[in-house]
């Protein structure tokens, strides 16, 4: 009887976590408004560089695609940002993921939590990126925060090519 009890609590605690809240809104990039993906603030460092946005076409939906056609410094830089303030707690223990693949990038590309005005982060440095879809998993400690916490898919430094982000999460890990 012990031995079942411990079986079902396993399972119990993992179908929790497989459907645990995503915290991040329009990770998948499914909700446009004129081309631009709801939820999400765009910075562009350049005019070189390009940002679109596809309802559909990834594994789980829409996807961001980042272009980078000139390696050089103004160029090599973007971010997709979100507030999320109201979402986390300071000190409390996130799991970050997204899938991204790339088209000839040379680059860094991030997912992170960050604090007011950019003290501390926490999160996924993704170097190589591969040309088929894979997912990029973190568990990570909200950085404390006073007044705003931000989720960020930064690609920065310089950067060349195409890199294209999906399936964006932000979940709570209960400690």
């Excluded at 411990?6 to 004129?34: D, K, P, V």
């Excluded at 460092?45 to 939906?61: L, P, Q």
Aim: with cysteine.
């Amino acid at each position: 009887m012990k031995k079942l009890m411990t079986i079902a609590a396993l399972i119990i605690t993992a179908s929790m976590n497989l459907f645990a809240e995503n915290l991040a809104r329009n990770g998948n990039f499914e909700q446009l408004i004129a081309g631009k993906s709801a939820e999400w603030r765009i910075h562009q460092y350049s005019n070189e560089t390009e940002i679109k946005f596809f309802a559909d076409g990834s594994e789980n939906g829409g996807y961001a695609q980042m272009i980078f056609p000139i390696d050089n410094k103004s160029a090599g830089r973007m971010m997709l940002s979100q507030d999320v303030t109201a979402a986390v707690k300071s000190k409390q223990k996130y799991q970050l993921s997204c899938k991204v693949r790339g088209k000839g990038f040379k680059g860094v590309a991030e997912l992170i939590l960050c604090n007011d005005k950019w003290a501390a982060s926490a999160g996924i440095l993704m170097g190589k990126v591969p040309g088929k879809w894979t997912e990029f998993k973190k568990i990570v400690t909200m950085p404390e925060f006073k007044k705003q916490a931000k989720l960020n898919f930064n690609v920065k430094r310089v950067a060349k090519g195409t890199i294209e982000v999906t399936d964006i999460k932000l979940e709570k890990v209960e400690n």
